[in-house]
């Protein structure tokens, strides 16, 4: 199913890796953005860079349950030009903080939204942002 999928970010190959032990929220990320980009779901973060090594990532999102074992130092050592989102719940957390003092380029806040999923994506990725402008009627 496609929900209001840009057909030219369709054909763009960006490659994306969730890397999560949350399977409900990997599956959850991988469905807000199979449709415009390739999506890979992984469970560990030892997967993820095995497959790295073979077809390198655009974009990594990091659940935040995986920053215990160090991981955006050891995506930094294995892919130093990878942009990562860390998928967090709380943005003020410590491990989180670390991680982005690490090198991880920003949050993903929970409860994912697709819009949201797909705007911070697309920033990520430096791809245009569609300009919103809200219209009020009285």
């Known amino acids: 199913m496609q929900i209001g999928v ?12 969730v890397v999560d032990d949350d399977d409900v929220v990997g599956t959850a990320l991988q469905f807000m953005l199979a449709d415009e980009m390739e ?9 993820a860079l095995t ?14 349950g995986l920053l215990a074992a160090d991981a955006v130092t050891r995506l930094r ?12 719940s709380d943005a003020d957390d410590d491990a989180v903080r670390q991680a982005l003092a690490a090198g991880a380029q920003s949050t993903l806040l929970r409860p994912l939204k697709v819009e949201n999923v797909r705007r911070k994506v697309d920033a990520q990725l430096g ?3 569609a300009l919103e ?5 009285r």
Do not use: M, Y
């Open 6 to 17: 840009d057909s030219q970010r369709a054909v763009e190959n960006k490659r994306v890796f």
């Open 39 to 47: 999506t890979h779901v992984f469970a560990d973060l030892a997967s």
């Open 133 to 137: 402008i809200p219209v009020v009627t």
């Open 77 to 88: 050592a294995v892919l130093p030009q990878v942009r990562i989102l860390i998928v967090c």
């Open 127 to 129: 791809r245009r942002a």
């Open 51 to 64: 497959v790295a090594a073979a077809t390198p990532p655009d974009l990594v999102l990091l659940g935040a």
